[in-house]
T-cell receptor, first 114, second 112 residues
Framework: EAGVAQSPRYKIIEKRQSVAFWCNPISGHATLYWYQQILGQGPKLLIQFQNNGVVDDSQLPKDRFSAERLKGVDSTLKIQPAKLEDSAVYLC????????????FGPGTRLTVL | DAKTTQPNSMESNEEEPVHLPCNHSTISGTDYIHWYRQLPSQGPEYVIHGLTSNVNNRMASLAIAEDRKSSTLILHRATLRDAAVYYCILKNSGGSNYKLTFGKGTLLTVNP
């Protein structure tokens, strides 16, 4: 079974530039999550989708971050414009459902903002 | 969210058992105890979870205190590949918020 795919794996940009990350979840998984992991900390949930609807985006900085999951399959997370403090690993995860099921994580995208 | 407390770091020797503790004194009756681990440069991976009874799987065992205010993840024979950050997380199944809230976890070092 193929795992959660993410691209790119690494990205370096300058502050005020835009960047987008892509995630393809495990086939059949209805729930998709985006996390931000700053060095030395645990992952922090940014947004959770159930199919193509947003369930929780309470910790998403909506002035600069946006995410979509068209057709309820793959998803993109965008930052526009980026700030220095956005330097982090962005992790995508998916699960069959959001109630009791295990979350499967992708390898993440390491973003460096200069 | 109910919180967990874990030691920042622990050390073990290869092929010896490892007991990773977690305190969760404010756990509610509908909170499941989940453990995930994160190997270097990888995303977290699921290890085990339980509600009240002790649980075993191919990766580890989970021992839950009778009052559920603490639990212990047991790796029966540590290998170098078990070196990772281990996260103990409470996940509520009775409300509308089912998200995982990660803390800083315990960094496990395995010595050869």
């Amino acid at each position: 079974e193929a795992g959660v795919a993410q691209s790119p794996r690494y990205k370096i940009i300058e502050k005020r530039q835009s960047v987008a990350f892509w995630c393809n979840p495990i086939s059949g998984h209805a729930t998709l999550y985006w996390y931000q992991q700053i060095l030395g900390q645990g992952p922090k949930l940014l947004i959770q989708f159930q199919n193509n609807g947003v369930v929780d985006d309470s910790q998403l900085p909506k002035d600069r971050f946006s995410a979509e999951r068209l057709k309820g399959v793959d998803s993109t997370l965008k930052i526009q414009p980026a700030k220095l403090e956005d330097s982090a690993v962005y992790l995508c995860a998916s699960s069959l459902n959001r109630v009791t099921d295990t979350q499967y994580f992708g390898p993440g995208t390491r973003l460096t903002v200069l | 969210d109910a919180k967990t407390t874990q030691p920042n770091s622990m050390e073990s020797n290869e092929e010896e058992p490892v007991h990773l503790p977690c305190n969760h004194s404010t756990i509610s009756g509908t909170d499941y105890i989940h453990w995930y681990r994160q190997l270097p440069s990888q995303g977290p991976e699921y290890v085990i979870h339980g509600l009240t009874s002790n649980v075993n799987n191919r990766m580890a065992s989970l021992a839950i205190a009778e009052d559920r205010k603490s639990s212990t993840l047991i790796l029966h024979r540590a290998t170098l590949r078990d070196a990772a950050v281990y996260y103990c997380i409470l996940k509520n199944s009775g409300g509308s918020n089912y998200k995982l809230t990660f803390g800083k976890g315990t960094l496990l070092t395995v010595n050869p």
